[in-house]
């Protein structure tokens, strides 16, 4: 079974910075895209931003410029590096992998999920 586990979240003020990690772990054959969404209360889960294996990025427009993706293959992790934060970036952060293990094609796995609260 493969497990994707979150840290990094708390409580900061509207202009400063949080740096978020997911770890992946288990019976990983190989891992291609990761990536980190967000729920706020009362919305839908959104896509924040996606690294592939090779390292090419996309990121929400709502981030761009101030959150940064990033990810050690060796590793197995992704990190998301949030500067300027902003209250409307107050959310549940969770990361997602596509990942493969020895005997089973590429699937989507999830995290549990850190709180990151920002206030004004």
């Known amino acids: 079974q493969v497990q994707l586990v979150e840290s990094g979240g708390g409580l900061v003020q509207a202009g400063g910075s949080l740096r978020l990690s997911c770890a992946a772990s288990g019976s990983i054959f190989s891992i291609n895209v990761m990536g980190w969404y967000r729920q706020a209360p009362g919305k839908q889960r959104e896509l924040v931003a996606k690294?592939?294996?090779?390292?090419?990025?996309n990121y929400a427009d709502s981030v761009k410029g101030r959150f940064t993706i990033s990810r050690d293959n060796a590793k197995n992790t992704v990190y998301l590096q949030m500067n300027s934060l902003k209250p409307e970036d107050t959310a549940v952060y969770y990361c997602k992998a596509g990942v493969r293990t020895v005997v089973t094609g590429f699937v989507d796995s999830w995290g549990q999920g850190t709180q990151v609260t920002v206030s004004s």
């Open positions: 690294i592939t294996s090779g390292g090419s990025t």
